[in-house]
């Protein structure tokens, strides 16, 4: 479960530093990447849930 939260903590540091410092400067198009990095985002909170149920039922 480790490395999940690892990749975890690497994604939401990417979505920071982009809304930061890689901001684009049409508002359409960043609100547009802005929620494809929130999807990616609750996609892999998804998966690292699932993960666990998995192995909990181990």
């Given at each position: 479960m480790k490395p999940h939260l690892i990749i975890f903590a690497i994604l939401i540091a990417g979505f920071i530093a982009y809304n930061l410092f890689f901001r684009v400067e049409d508002d359409r198009t960043n609100?547009?990447?802005?929620?494809i990095y929130a999807s990616i985002l609750f996609g892999y909170i998804s998966f690292m849930a699932f993960?666990?149920?998995?192995?909990?039922?181990?």
């Open positions: 609100t547009a990447v802005n929620i993960a666990l149920l998995k192995k909990m039922k181990k």
